[in-house]
């Protein structure tokens, strides 16, 4: 509770003819304060304001409130991470009523993230199925886009890799892909390295090997795994190569999100990412079989055994991408890449499982639906 004490009355004067009265001393009100109360249960009694128990994963509200004593009292805010919650008397500006946004068991505004799902789902088929050169043009946007994003955070974590050359040669790296297949690709990845290696020295020796070294990772990660969705894209039958991929790995992601809504219990990695346990991860691989299976024997016309390989290896690298990010950003101490899409962060925190899953899904989908 909030207690906000009102400043000393002083006693009035006395009546012209009588003596003041006498005011014992514990009548007497002490100098004005301003004190923070918390109201828990009576196990919670000794706990901090916020609490140890509080982490950026956790979803449940304390189990009191705060509360404001007075006439003129405003009302208080007491929502952590939310906007007002340092008790300013202000609502958060998130909502026009001043109530948190709600984001459920899942941690994120579903609403909003639902919706731009399924707006990039939208761009992504509209391209893929109008003009096959206009999912490449949508590609190099999001590789710009992430590079820009995971550099960035790099920088917050002491490290500065140069953006220019990574940013030249992935456009570069796709282009090849598309124009010269695997090996135009590998020739594009070491011509960046190169020009990173060279970038660098202009800025001197001190701190070469951490940003040079910081600067090829984010062209590994970034435009090389990118590649390979070009690389599923330049057969014929490319549309549904790259349709399959997404789908599958959508699917991996609804698949562990419910499962793990609805059953997990035991976590898969506490250390890194707490919400994930390992009813999601079979969520995921259930998901994921059954539509890779379908998808490999009626579209491309394979092995039975060829689609639950190619489910359960999507199913596996999309949450190791997933949990690789998380990760990289606990080690960083941020929360998300950035901000550009609501109720998703960056679109890196989008494109970590699409990335490495680009990959096994080129390499599988070429052993058992050889073009």
Known sequence: MVRI?????????????????????????????????????????GADLLGDAWTDERDELPTGALTAVGDDAPPMTAVPDAPGAEATGEPPQDTPSGAPRATGRAGRDMAAA??????????????????????????????????????????????????TPVVVGGLAMLTLAWT???????????????????????????????DASAAVFVALYVPLLAGFAVLLLAPDDGVARVLAFIVTVVCSDV????????????????????????????????????????????????????????????????????????????DLGIKDMGDLLPGHGGLMDRMDSLLPSAAVAWLILSAVAPV
């Open 5 to 45: 004490s009102q400043p000393p009355v002083p006693p009035r004067p006395p009546l012209p003819g009588r003596p003041a009265p006498r005011v014992a001393p514990e009548d007497v009100p002490g100098p004005s304060t301003v004190g923070l109360t918390w109201d828990r249960a009576p196990e919670d009694a």
């Open 114 to 163: 639902v919706g731009v799902g399924l707006g990039l789902g939208a761009v992504i088929i509209a391209t893929l199925l109008v003009w096959r050169p206009a999912f490449l043009a949508v590609l190099g946007v999001a590789v710009l886009i992430s590079v820009v994003e995971l550099s960035g955070a790099l920088v917050k974590g002491g490290h500065r890799p140069p953006r």
């Open 180 to 210: 010269r297949g695997p090996s135009g690709l590998v020739v594009g990845f070491l011509l960046t390295v190169v020009a990173v290696l060279l970038w660098r020295l202009g800025d001197g020796p001190v701190g070469y090997l951490r």
């Open 255 to 330: 698949g562990g999100f419910a499962a793990g809504v609805l059953f997990g219990k035991h976590p898969l990695a506490r250390s890194i990412s707490p919400k994930k346990s390992w009813e999601g991860l079979a969520g995921s691989v259930a998901a994921c079989v059954l539509v890779g299976t379908l998808l490999v024997t009626l579209t491309f016309h394979g092995p039975w055994w060829g689609g639950v390989l190619y489910g359960v290896a999507i199913a596996l690298t999309a949450t190791l991408g997933d949990l690789g990010e998380s990760l990289i950003k606990r």
